[in-house]
């Protein structure tokens, strides 16, 4: 069965790849009989999920079959290791849903795109909702369709852990941290003799290290939302999508759904769990561990389904958050940006949660209540300016209660962690916590191409986890907790050499600007580890933490896909960047911006005029891991693998539908 | 005695790094007296070295002192652990050197450098040669000079590691190899179906995954030279040097050594070595193995290194490789490229070697005799010339033996990794084995942006990887070799999304042909692994590399650091890449290459005019290990710990100057 599949696939993706490669009809269905989840993907044995089967009609363009009309009596089987197939409804016990229709289109290539000629898809589907595969091994999906179609899906259920062999998990995620920020981290951040490190990252001490792969399921570049999807419920997706397989229905909440790990938890062992971030708390990576949704930008329904659950199909419930921690008081703000316009500090208020807007509040909140923090509207200011240049916080017009003015009092990354496995520690029961901290701005900083605001925001994750460290060391949870460190995607970031900043500037010509930079031996050593020449500024910032932010030689670095921007290296003390914008308001032709890094040469881009920012790159990421488990996390894997790992060492795969009796849980 | 000496060194850097980045006086001696090997060094117990002192003498500049007269005066000492101090001769038993001087200059800055005002230093200096710290612990060597001056270096002598745990260790290079190459590889060569890879790298199956840190000894980026010495003795050095710590005067050849790890295999256990590259064998990754100088580009006097040693100073011999094949045939002709003119064909020969100037006559030498193997003048054709576009290798004019033509019947990095295995093999006695083999065209290939022939070098690394892995199972020997792959540095390279070709080159102007470039979702799937759309096309190259090279939609690639160049992305088939080009010939101001990618866009540079070509990069690079003591290279570390590592597996860590007798080698 498998050797015929690969035939079939291989020539169908040859044919339609051909023609369909910066769009796709529906990228995990090649063939116009769609399995979803698709072929080659693996479950955690009892993960509850959904199934949906569609039958494309194409009415026009290269596919165009059957005159637009999707063939509605398709029918679908299951069988496990080669025993004979039932239907689904049978196979799992539910009743048959009902055949469900709609039309969408998409463009073939960037010439039909350009000529306006979309291609056009008539679609019969139908959906089981809810089901889940309790044994161990290897299960084929056939679809039949148009009197003779045949689409398979080999899916693989992977061994049983009924073990909980870590009582806790803290899973830290630097968003688009690569290796090569890191490196650069380092250097900033921690003082060379003679080719010697005098201290090194938390990062760097490690027992464990691993690499894992950050592709997408239909595309080799991925976003954060599906990259923190497959971590969290060991199922690839689609760009924008989260906890769904996409389907190519109109209505963004009606995709085939998978159980993640926060859910898992909570019905297996009623363990707590929190979110910490420093963006806003809604934003892909700290939503996707409830978010259920091809839609990434649905954020006010989506802080419900994380207190709620998802309402609108039966669906096991996370329960709500334990901790909660971060920006985006626009999605509880009554108004645009919450659900049905509602109050959503006051709707978490009625869960008994605590509610905190700033730090002294947070840190004041009991430990044994829930607790809800949001300091601010949108991301938190990154590192850099919260402690080296706080001028720079104070032009934002961003109060998490709404008030004008601007959001002071903020809490750091580490503040909010530690505050969280407080927290956590307080409320967890046998079941334990997992808790996910997201670095949020290292990413955000590096689509601006503002190296050391990123970098900032990676020296305090570092910071952050080596504090993790110490504080379950003092609440003695330490040998019981798997601490993970990783990624969800990289940006082409890497150094190259330094910059002579005073040089750049005394040059008139882009040309000239440009012998300012160093390589090889000329790149020299660190300067951010040296005391400022004046002698008589401390930013107070610790020893993991540069010295001098703002020296003549800084880094000279830079990322393989640009916009349109002025490279001039070193800080910028008056805020975040904005490396390109259009000539109009209205118009999304991106240019250099004439204002940012005045004393720098101007470099065209590599990306589509379109895109104002630097975007994502392929790099397999890093995995740090220490504590129980830890080993399972060395050499190179998927990024789903990190979940199951996760899983594995909590217990996650059960053989039956294990559900922790309300009376087992805390509350 | 460590802590004040932080405080000093840490004045002292402050002081000198303001004037001092881009060009430094000496990199390893920010004060005025030098001590060589300097401050935070490590060693392997009994491994030999030399030690050289400088007193340096600015006569002008913002260094300027004692009216440029150095002091000839000046005392070192030496003590362990706190006991009394003892002059190096009397500690190290040997007779006390004359003082030497010299004057040299240098540019304090780039401002220095443009008004041509060289900083003129004289110099006063004795060097101790061949001595040799036994006992493991700390020690402290203080020089004294300008009656009250003092710069004191602490050196570490690792612990005593006598045991051999590896009977051989292959240790393969990837020049220039970076985890985000290799993620780009991955995708190339491998297929994917639904985000699944349906096989992968042989790396991606190593058990045990590491990083180390590339950095220079005094800047913090390196090069090829340095980084191959660092990983080889346990030393980190300058750019350009090898083997030695470099000094400032004017001999590039007397310079204080370090023993390199098959000096010391040969010394205490008698094992046979080889070197194999794809670049001409004198350069710097496989020279660097019995290189002692300051000065890598000394490739004639290089080669006459490899087969007798250090001839000019006492110092432990290697003995000669028993394998040693690659390119550069211009330092074994007779003629300007060779030590003093002579034929080294002629002179390895004479020691007994078989040598070989094709595959053929590679596959038939001996395997019992010393074997050489020169197959072209400079580096091989890469991979992807040799195997898809063959057309390319005919245009050179680069046969080994020195006649008019094309060097044909050429081996690739797999045919001559297995050959020395096989020489190797039969030579080694109880001693066993060392193997280095480079992939020395990753990095060549990344200078100058030529992204599908630096991949293609790579999948060529991962499948003789795969292979030596089968061929030392045949032979009994794997589960005694210790297997190492990693990288001496990197280039910031990586993959950001894919771009249609066709639509590319029907775009008019450089900023529509931008929008050919698809990210994230438009990303898709790679066309690589997919036949051709003719269905008539096959490279024959086997399941380790791409279907097809030159897909419609390929990657979209970039560097952080370019000189100016044109994009255009795709396969060159026309053979390897020259982006940017002097208007005169002998001008080095670099512009784009109007030749180059003609249905490209042009993007100018972010490096210094003068650079025709990428540059290298900071980034951390991996370290996969398999077989004995795989599990010390998990983690974090320096490259000079992969020396260690190694060193400590190999038992080289000896309490005596341990040194085999004729007797037990094999000749």
Same mark, same amino acid.
């Given at each position: 069965m498998l050797s015929s599949l690969y035939v079939s696939a291989v020539l169908a993706a040859s044919l339609s790849a051909v023609t369909a490669q !910066?769009?796709?009809? #529906?990228? !995990?269905?090649?063939? #116009?009989g769609c399995v979803l989840p698709p072929d080659q993907q693996d479950f955690l044995p009892g993960q509850q999920f959904d199934i949906r089967f569609e039958v494309h009609a194409p009415k026009n363009g290269s596919e165009a079959f059957n005159g637009g009309v999707p063939d509605d009596k398709f029918t679908a089987t299951i069988s496990k290791d080669g025993r004979s197939p039932k239907t689904i409804s049978s196979f799992f016990k539910i009743s048959e849903p009902a055949i469900e229709k709609w039309t969408f289109s998409w463009f073939e290539d960037l010439f039909a795109k350009d000529a306006k000629t979309p291609s056009v898809v008539n679609v019969a589907s139908k959906v089981y909702r809810r089901v889940a595969l309790y044994e161990p091994g290897t299960y084929t999906v056939t679809l039949k369709y148009y009197s003779g179609k045949t689409t398979t899906a080999t899916w693989a259920v992977r061994?049983?852990?009924?073990?909980?062999?870590?009582?806790n998990v803290i899973f830290f995620i630097g968003d688009g941290m690569t290796t090569n920020m890191i490196t650069a981290a380092r250097l900033l951040a921690h003082k060379t003799v003679n080719g010697k490190y005098q201290s090194l990252l938390q990062l760097d001490k490690f027992p464990v290290l691993g690499h894992q792969m950050t592709h997408s399921i239909d595309s080799f570049i991925t976003d954060s939302a599906n990259s923190a999807s497959a971590l969290y419920s060991g199922h690839k997706s689609t760009v924008?999508?989260?906890?769904v397989y996409a389907d190519s229905s109109p209505d963004a909440f009606d995709d085939p759904k998978v159980e993640t790990i926060v859910e898992l938890l909570k019905r297996i062992w009623g363990s707590a769990w929190g979110a910490v971030s420093t963006a806003f708390i809604a934003d892909a990576t700290p939503i996707a561990l409830t978010a259920h949704t091809?839609?990434?930008?649905?954020y006010g329904a989506l802080i419900e389904q994380a207190l709620n659950g998802v309402t609108n199909y039966s669906w096991p419930s996370a329960g709500g958050p334990d901790a909660y921690f971060g920006g985006g008081a626009e999605q509880f703000?009554?108004?645009?940006?919450s659900y049905k316009g509602k109050d959503y500090y006051a709707e978490f208020a009625k869960h008994g949660y605590s509610v905190s807007l700033n730090k002294t509040g947070l840190l004041a909140a009991p430990n044994n209540k829930k607790a809800l923090g949001i300091f601010c509207k949108s991301n938190l200011p990154v590192w850099l300016d919260r402690n080296i240049f706080p001028e720079n916080t104070k032009k934002l017009n961003n109060t998490p209660s709404g008030a004008s003015g601007t959001a002071t009092d903020l809490p750091g990354l580490k503040d909010m962690t530690l505050k969280a496995i407080d927290v956590l520690h307080t409320r967890a029961g046998k079941g334990g916590f997992f808790l996910m901290a997201e670095a949020a701005s290292i990413d955000k900083q590096m689509h601006v191409l503002d190296y050391e605001r990123a970098l900032g925001d990676l020296l305090e994750l570092d910071d952050t986890v080596q504090a993790t460290i110490a504080k379950l060391k003092a609440l003695g949870e330490l040998e019981e907790t798997l601490i993970v460190v990783s990624a969800d995607h990289g940006h082409g970031f890497d150094v190259f050499g330094s910059s002579d900043t005073k040089y750049m500037a005394a040059q008139d010509d882009d040309r000239a600007k440009r012998d300012a930079i160093g390589v090889y031996l000329n790149s020299g050593l660190s300067q951010y580890t040296s005391p400022p020449p004046s002698g008589n500024v401390s930013y107070g910032t610790g020893p993991n933490f540069p010295l001098n932010w703002d020296p003549r030689y800084v880094i000279a670095a830079g990322l393989g896909a640009n916009p349109d921007h002025r490279e001039q290296y070193g800080v910028d003390k008056s805020g975040p960047r904005v490396p390109a914008e259009p000539?109009?308001?209205?118009?999304e032709d991106y240019y250099v911006n004439p204002t940012d890094r005045p004393h720098g040469f101007v470099v065209n881009g590599t990306l589509p005029t379109d895109q104002a920012q630097g975007v994502h790159s392929l790099t397999d990421v890093p995995v740090y891991a220490m504590g129980p488990c830890q080993d399972s996390f060395g050499g190179t894997y998927s990024n789903i693998d990190v979940f199951y790992k996760m899983a594995e060492c909590l217990g996650l795969g059960q053989p039956t539908n294990k559900t922790i009796t309300d009376k087992g849980r805390r509350h």
């Open positions: !910066t769009f796709q009809r #529906l990228g !995990t269905c090649p063939t #116009l061994p049983l852990a009924t073990k909980k062999k870590a009582k924008n999508a989260m906890g091809r839609l990434r930008s649905q703000l009554p108004g645009p940006g000539v109009t308001d209205d118009d």
